[in-house]
């Protein structure tokens, strides 16, 4: 069966420090991929999708980037984290845009 | 631009009385539309799409395109639907990105 992974599930950075957050999926093969944040107060928001190996989609001007190195992991960096990248970060999958995305456990990102 | 809006962060009713969700969104062609729940200590997971046209758990939605609206509705609630509930709309064309409103948090009372 299909399962995501989404690490770490908690992480305290400071401002201007590196970030990468990890996320793999099992089980399928050339899944849609999507990073999704959710600030303070406020509705989740797509930051980037990837139908495909290096293929990547920004959704939002930010200081965040994402990279898709092999077929099922999706990789969400920065190089220097600004307060206002606090929020809850939740990766998705799914097979093609007729199915329903289905979510990680989350990693909330407090910046201090 | 595409927009969901969910007006009430919190709703709470006793069990057994009908419940309604409500949603309205903004786009202008022809949107697909989700109800995500998110129950305790679990993944969010898709509930319903207004494609299927089908019933979850005792929940419906109907796509009211006059209205721009989406609500979810139950007659009877049970204790178990306590959870956070998001509504989300996906345009017609490419990868499937979904817009997602606040959220609202259902709370049944016994």
């Known amino acids: 069966s299909q399962t995501i992974h989404q690490w770490p599930a908690t992480l305290v950075q400071p401002v201007g420090s590196p970030l990468s957050l990890e996320c793999t999926v099992e089980g399928t093969s050339n899944p849609n991929l999507y990073w999704y944040r959710q600030a303070a107060g406020r509705g989740l928001q797509l930051l980037f999708y990837?139908?495909?190996?290096?293929?990547i989609s920004s959704e939002v001007p930010q200081n965040l980037s994402a990279s898709r190195p092999q077929d099922r992991q999706f990789i969400l960096s920065s190089k220097k984290l600004l307060l206002s990248d606090s929020g809850f970060y939740l990766c998705?999958?799914?097979?093609?845009?007729?199915?329903?995305?289905?979510f990680g456990d989350g990693t909330r990102l407090s910046i201090l | 631009a595409q927009r969901v809006t969910q007006p009430e962060k919190l709703l709470s009713v006793f069990k057994g009385a009908p419940v309604e969700l409500k949603c309205n969104y903004s786009y202008s062609g022809s949107p697909e539309l989700f109800w995500y729940v998110q129950y305790s200590r679990q993944r969010l997971q898709l509930l319903l799409r207004h494609i299927s046209r089908e019933s979850i758990k005792g929940f419906t939605a109907d796509l009211n395109k006059g209205e721009t609206s989406f609500h979810l509705k139950k007659p009877f609630a049970q204790e178990e639907d306590s959870a956070m509930y998001y509504c989300a709309l996906s345009g017609a064309q490419g990868a499937q990105k979904l817009v997602f409103g606040q959220g609202t948090r259902l709370t049944i009372n016994p």
């Open positions: 998705a999958w799914s097979t093609d845009r007729d199915q329903p995305q289905h």
């Open positions: 990837s139908v495909g190996i290096g293929q």
